[in-house]
Every structure is written in C-alpha cells, then in structure tokens.
C-alpha cells in the first residue's frame, strides 16, 4: 500500500498519478477520488484495472474548473 505523501510542490508531483494521488491532491477520501476519476472529461486513462492520470491533464481540468477540454479529449475507457 502506498504511503501518505505530502508534497509541497507542484515539481514534486509523479508525472504519472493514480487515483490515491489524486486522494491526497485533494483531500478527499478514496472512495469520493473513485466518484471523481469517473466524471465525464475527468482525464483518466484506463488499462485493465489501473487509472492513470498525467499530472499535467489533471491541473488542467482542475484549473478549468472541472470541465471537459476543449481539445475533445475526454476519457479513454
């Protein structure tokens, strides 16, 4: 099981975060992080059971306030 990280900046990040990332991004609990990789837009990409999300997507998203991108990338299932 991963650790709690705290990160304390932007840098620090992992290019590639995973649903307990976004967990402690967050702060929310990780059953709310599995509510969220799920939202319509949210850029998650999906093999098998792994959620990966690129550190650079998720900022976007959160920046533009949670909606889709205007590019027409959404999810990948």
Same mark, same amino acid.
């Given at each position: 099981?991963?650790? =709690?990280?705290?990160?304390?900046?932007?840098?620090?990040? &992992?290019?590639?975060?995973? !649903?307990?990332?976004?967990? +402690?991004?967050?702060?929310?609990?990780?059953?709310s992080a599995y509510e969220? !990789?799920?939202? &319509?837009? $949210?850029?998650? !990409?999906?093999?098998?059971?792994?959620?990966?999300?690129? =550190?650079?997507? $998720? $900022?976007?998203?959160?920046?533009?306030?949670?909606? &889709? +991108?205007?590019?027409? =990338?959404?999810?990948?299932?």
């Amino acid at each position: 099981m991963k650790e =709690k990280m705290k990160w304390n900046d932007y840098d620090a990040l &992992p290019l590639i975060l995973d !649903v307990t990332d976004i967990q +402690h991004i967050m702060g929310i609990s990780r059953a709310s992080a599995y509510e969220l !990789v799920r939202i &319509p837009g $949210f850029p998650a !990409v999906r093999s098998g059971r792994q959620i990966k999300i690129s =550190k650079k997507a $998720f $900022f976007n998203w959160l920046d533009s306030g949670g909606s &889709p +991108h205007e590019n027409g =990338k959404e999810r990948t299932a």
